[in-house]
């Protein structure tokens, strides 16, 4: 089988690259290990930066998203037992939108699959090869076939643990920081008892107080990274939720998972017809919400890359690919790394406790500071000069 480009991975970086590729009438063929169900059904972040939205409805898969997507104007910054409001619209003239990540992957997958644009699931054994030559092919097994698939360029979109990455391992330079911490994330049917979302600082630890509608509300705890979900008992997470956050409606947990926090990046992201685009090329801790939306802008970067290689023979666009696209990732690496340093318990004691105060006063006090995190909150330009 021929395609023009090979997508691994049907998260939201290798469906956004379809639906772009597909509105440059350059054929792909996306490849997933996980069945349909799984993949939209899995929890994660749910906030979207303006940019990713108006991508998405450049894309035409909006629709849904404009009618059940709740659009927010600011956050809380806690510490102390008050919020402080950072007004981020007023600040920026921007909005950011809560809307659940499987949504989006739901919503591109059907919009993909209604215009004909193949996406098999259930893949096993993907193995890629060729990548130097001008006819990079993927190997996979489906229903207990091996088929192959030749291509004029993979992506590689198959997320933190894919095997792009791994590949061209050699030839990458990767920047790791492990968190001793993860968060704790529940889904609850309750009706979220705050208006914006609230990031809590406290001294055991950070919260946050998130949503995905009018009924339902996401709620996260800082737990230590080798945590035991089942050390924590319903009654055990609202007690602690309760204490970091002031008010929180309860109501029947549908859903609870702990989740590690990393930074991580792999540079370059590309070798020989192989690109690497969000997750397999680096990973934010969740603080700021940042991953969905660098695996976004990635293959924004990357469509036109891609466009310029295979219908013209330009490299141009694909040789800068990754000086653009880790310009960005690096500012909301800070970013996130900032969100991170200020918010959790890092295990420093009192002085250190003593300075995340002093900073969150001064973001909270400050228009200064407070416009600083506002436009990386919101979402910077697709290409900042910085
Ligand atoms: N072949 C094909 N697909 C694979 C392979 C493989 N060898 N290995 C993994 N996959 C699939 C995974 O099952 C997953 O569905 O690749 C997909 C990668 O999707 P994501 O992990 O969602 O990554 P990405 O599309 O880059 O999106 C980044 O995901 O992890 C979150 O919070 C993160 O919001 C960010 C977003
Ligand atoms: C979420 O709604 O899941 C969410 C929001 C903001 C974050 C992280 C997660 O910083």
């Known amino acids: 089988m021929r395609t023009q480009v090979g997508i691994l991975g049907a998260g939201p970086a ?13 054929d792909c063929v996306v490849l997933e290990t996980r069945d349909r169900a799984y993949v939209e059904k899995r929890v994660r972040a749910g906030l979207l930066e303006q940019n990713t939205v108006d991508l998405l409805r450049e894309l035409g898969v909006a629709e849904r998203l404009d009618r059940e997507g709740l659009e927010h104007n600011g956050i809380y910054l806690r510490h ?31 919009a993909l699959l209604s215009r004909g644009v193949p996406i098999h699931f259930e893949v096993g054994e993907t ?8 006819s990079p092919r993927i190997t996979y097994e489906r229903e207990g076939e091996i088929l192959e698939l030749t291509c004029d360029a993979i992506a590689g979109c198959d997320g933190f643990h894919g095997v792009s990455r791994p590949t061209i391992g050699e030839h990458l330079t990767e920047y790791e920081y492990v968190y001793p911490f993860g968060w704790l994330g529940i889904l609850a049917e309750a009706r979220p008892a705050t208006d914006e979302l609230i990031y809590a600082w406290h001294e055991r630890g950070f919260a946050l107080y998130t949503m995905r509608s009018q009924s339902i509300s996401r709620l996260y705890l800082q737990v230590p990274a080798d945590e035991d979900i089942e050390n924590w008992p319903d009654d055990r997470i609202w007690h602690e939720l309760k204490t970091r956050l002031g008010s929180v409606n309860e109501g029947k947990i549908f859903d609870k998972g702990i989740t590690p926090m990393r930074s991580f990046v792999a540079e370059p992201m590309q070798y020989g017809r192989l690109f690497l685009a969000g997750d397999s090329a680096h990973i934010v801790p969740p603080t700021g919400a940042k991953g969905l939306n660098l695996a976004v802008n990635d293959v924004r970067l990357l469509a036109p890359a891609l466009a310029g290689l295979i219908k013209n023979g330009s490299t141009r666009r694909a040789d800068g690919y990754t000086t653009a696209a880790l310009r960005r990732v690096w500012r909301a690496q800070d970013f996130s790394n900032y969100m991170t340093q200020m918010l959790h318990d890092l295990g420093g004691g009192p002085f250190q406790r003593q300075l995340q105060l002093a900073r969150l006063g001064y973001v909270a006090h400050s228009e200064a500071a407070a416009h600083s995190l506002a436009e990386n909150y919101v979402g910077l330009p697709a290409e900042p000069e910085f």
């Open 14 to 26: 290798g469906l956004t690259l379809a639906m772009l590729l597909h509105r440059e009438d350059i």
């Open 80 to 110: 102390g037992g008050v919020n402080h409001y950072i007004d981020m619209t007023a600040l920026t003239g921007r909005h950011i939108t809560i809307y659940g990540q499987q949504e989006v992957v739901k919503d591109l997958t059907n």
């Open 127 to 134: 193995n890629l090869h060729d990548l130097e030559s001008e």
